[in-house]
């Protein structure tokens, strides 16, 4: 496999998070020591250093911005919350825009409190997306839904397959609606391959794969779900076969390790990043 080494690494992207300990100038800087190119951004400290100096600073560093985390929570029923989130996400694609990324990544809303309707969720979704995908278009941005694991259907995201977030993606042009694969939130599921094979869709312009992103699964999970996400390589996830079949399906996008997990932020930024790299040799590539 080594023949495919330089390719799969010239394509690696270091999600902010992963670093968290790492403020923006560190992490343009370690990654481009680094010789990773791609980054991928969180708005709250985007927003707090400066959109225009944050898509500044990366520019400089020689770096691209392959995702902005994130958009979405769409599913409040009360209409002045689903007013205040579309307007939120219609910020948040304008700063997708100034940073020169064509990926917004959505999470699409848990359950609204005291509701157990799941399918009515999804259809705010639906609507939102509808509602966004013109105004996403006209700033060369995508919106990018992302399915999580199960366990957040009910306070984060009511999309928990790939399947689920298809259905919902495909109504709507390829260009302006895709899905993110994320391997920590999928790696379960037994039809996720086809999935894939399915929003590869005919490749090209065709294709709904706009985000594939890396993160371990490693039990026992830690005490909350949330920064439970483990290091390539410690846990279950077969990472080569995600990537195989992205690939398969036609993605040749940016490789992007996203992992929460606070061993990692205790750690010296640089020498995680230097991990990383060695990981994604050994499970990845």
């Not at 100034?98 to 259809?123: F, M």
């Not at 590869?200 to 794969?209: K, P, V």
């Not at 985000?211 to 390539?232: K, N, S």
């Not at 790299?277 to 050994?282: A, K």
């Amino acid at each position: 496999m080594s023949h495919n080494t330089p390719s799969l690494l010239d394509r690696l992207s270091l999600n902010q998070e992963t670093v968290r300990q790492w403020s923006l100038p560190e992490l343009a800087d370690g990654c481009a020591r680094a010789g990773v190119r791609g980054v991928g951004l969180w708005r709250a400290p985007v927003q707090q250093f400066g959109v225009a100096a944050a898509a500044r600073l990366i520019r400089d560093a020689g770096l691209r911005v392959t995702s902005l985390c994130r958009g979405g929570f769409f599913t409040a029923a009360d209409p002045v919350e689903r007013a205040a989130a579309l307007d939120d996400n219609r910020a948040a694609l304008d700063e997708a825009a100034a940073l020169g990324t064509d990926t917004l990544v959505l999470v699409s809303g848990g359950l609204p409190p005291g509701s157990r309707d799941l399918p009515g969720a999804r259809e705010r979704v639906a609507d939102a997306l509808g509602e966004l995908a013109p105004y996403a278009a006209e700033r060369g941005v995508r919106l990018a839904l992302e399915p999580l694991h199960p366990m957040y259907a009910a306070d984060r995201c009511v999309v928990s397959t790939l399947a689920q977030a298809l259905d919902l993606a495909e109504r709507f042009p390829a260009d302006r609606v895709g899905v993110v694969v994320d391997t920590y939130h999928l790696w379960w599921d037994d039809t996720v391959g086809a999935q894939i094979g399915r929003a590869g869709g005919a490749g090209g312009a065709g294709s709904r794969l706009a985000a594939f992103q890396l993160a371990d699964w490693v039990t026992p999970l830690p005490e909350g779900v949330l920064l439970g996400r483990g290091q390539l390589g410690d846990g279950s996830v077969d990472l080569r076969w995600f990537r195989e079949r992205v690939e398969t399906a036609g993605y040749r996008g940016p490789v992007e390790v996203e992992i929460f997990n606070p061993a990692l932020w205790a750690r010296d930024g640089a020498e995680v990043l230097a991990e990383i790299v060695q990981r994604v040799r050994t499970h990845v590539v």
